[in-house]
Nanobody, 110 residues
Framework: VQLQASGGGLVQAGGCLRLSCAASGNIDSIITLGWYRQVPGKDRELVASITDSGAINYAESVKGRFTLSKDNARKSTYLQMNNLKPEDTAVYYC?????WGKGTQVTVSA
């Protein structure tokens, strides 16, 4: 499975961005997919994940601001990020099962 993430960019605090991640290949056996983020010097952390049954898990820091969704027909997942904060600045990665996409940079200015 190969993943292509897009949608990152520079935004002011309070703004919004929508990340997209499209998969190519067979994803029928994948149970969980999600979004992670990483800043220099820190471990990669979970932002949000969704199982094949639709159960969604969010990091406490993004609850109420970020929304994860998926489109099975398009083999895609999306992360709608609202009310962005400077501390959301990171490289964001999508993950389908054990496959990782290349990161997309999100920068939030104060």
């Amino acid at each position: 499975v190969q993943l292509q993430a897009s949608g990152g960019g520079l935004v002011q605090a309070g703004g919004c961005l929508r990340l997209s991640c499209a998969a190519s290949g067979n994803i029928d056996s994948i149970i969980t997919l999600g979004w992670y983020r990483q800043v220099p010097g820190k471990d990669r952390e979970l932002v949000a994940s969704i199982t094949d049954s639709g159960a969604i898990n969010y990091a406490e820091s993004v609850k109420g601001r970020f929304t994860l969704s998926k489109d099975n027909a398009r083999k895609s997942t999306y992360l709608q990020m609202n009310n962005l904060k400077p501390e959301d600045t990171a490289v964001y990665y999508c993950r389908f099962g054990v496959s990782w996409g290349k990161g997309t940079q999100v920068t939030v200015s104060a």
